[in-house]
Nanobody
Framework: QVQLVESGGGLVQAGGSLRLSCAAS????????VGWFRQAPGKERDFVAA????????YYADSVKGRFTISRDDAKNTVYLQMNSLKPEDTAVYYC????????????????WGQGTQVTVAS
């Protein structure tokens, strides 16, 4: 099972940007689809974005489409989430997750998870 570690979270003003990183250990990372999810206090964990094995197919939640970009660098065993035009409603703990096979939006279909990184957007 691959180990995932997120980084890059922090406090930012509305309209600002952050780039999250998801670093993976294990030689099989390049064969895994990777997704980003987020969970705000008292709410369910929601899908944000995902990238397939090739890196050529991506999928976004409507709420972040046009503002967030997911990408992967298999040479560095890392997946990134570039977040622009951040809004207070983007405040949450962000998790990356990995799975074999195609990308899905359902969190239960991902079997490897990181510990999460906090993103706080101030108004």
């Amino acid at each position: 099972q691959v180990q995932l570690v997120e980084s890059g979270g922090g406090l930012v003003q509305a309209g600002g940007s952050l780039r999250l990183s998801c670093a993976a250990s294990g030689r099989t990372f390049s064969s895994l689809a990777v997704g980003w999810f987020r969970q705000a206090p008292g709410k369910e964990r929601d899908f944000v974005a995902a990238v397939d094995v090739s890196g050529g197919n991506t999928y976004y939640a409507d709420s972040v489409k046009g503002r967030f970009t997911i990408s992967r660098d298999d040479a560095k065993n890392t997946v990134y989430l570039q977040m622009n035009s951040l809004k207070p409603e983007d405040t949450a703990v962000y998790y990356c997750a990995a799975r074999n096979g195609p990308i899905f939006t359902q969190s239960v279909l991902y079997n490897s998870w990181g510990q999460g990184t906090q993103v706080t957007v101030a108004s």
